[in-house]
């Protein structure tokens, strides 16, 4: 359908080689846009790659560390000469410290807020410049359940995701007069490497998700194709700083 077709456009996903990231960045592929995959583990990179360009389109991994706004920087400029330009821009790298605020050092605190909230900040104020000159563009930032919801072991977790929806909403407003729409996506409890180490840390964490979730299951990278191909399309050009869970569920339910 022509208001989803992101042909010709240009992507780039931090931490697009693996997990959310990559299921997103398929799914834009999969629509026709080139893909600019940047992140840290070139092995995983290469597998997204070739993953990305049997959907015929272009794709690349570009080295990124996010805790380093120079590499940022680097990253989105190389992703724009790559591709010639720069459209879309998925803010979704991220990690986790679990442990009680008590035993969580101030250099834990500041790599879990540089990693998941300073980088998503450095990355779209790179991204302003190429997408003004495409006449416009798509920011998509990858909060959490963790954005609306507190947890004894996600003090840093916490805090970086619910500034990631205040960051959004902000943002949006100030950029909707260059045809820049900004919005959030909250995944649910997924199933990626991520959980699988949170599944260790968290006694009785896999259980509770399910009985918390009306969908009955966790949810899969794959789920968050639709959101993706959605926002980063003329399809939601009136949708602006909007905060999207995708969770079976998790967040409405008592
Ligand atoms: P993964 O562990 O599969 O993905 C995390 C990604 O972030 C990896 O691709 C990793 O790249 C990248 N990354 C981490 N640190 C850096 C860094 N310093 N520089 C560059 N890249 C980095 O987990 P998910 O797919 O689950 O997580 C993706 C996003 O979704 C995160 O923002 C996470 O907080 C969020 N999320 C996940 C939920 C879930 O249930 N899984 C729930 C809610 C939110 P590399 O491999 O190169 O290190």
Known sequence: MKIFDLTGKTAMVTGGNGGIGLA???SLAQAG???AIAARNAEKGA???AQLAAHGVEAAFI???????ASIEAAVAASADRFGGLDILINNAGTNVRKRPEILSLDEWRLVIDTNLTSAFVASKAAHGPMLAAGGGKIINIGSMLSLFGASFSTAYG???GGIVQMTR???????????QINAVLPGWIDTDLTRQARKDVDGLHQRVLNRTPAGRW?????HA?????LASSASDFVTGAAIPIDGGFSIQI
């Open 24 to 26: 997103m960045a398929d």
């Open 33 to 35: 846009a080139n893909i």
């Open 47 to 49: 597998v997204a790659v």
């Open 63 to 69: 080295p990124v560390d996010v805790t380093d706004t």
């Open 159 to 161: 805090a970086s995701k």
């Open 170 to 180: 902000s943002m949006a407003t100030a950029w909707a007069d260059d045809n820049i």
């Open 219 to 223: 949810g899969k990278p794959e789920d």
């Open 226 to 230: 639709g959101i993706a191909i959605f």
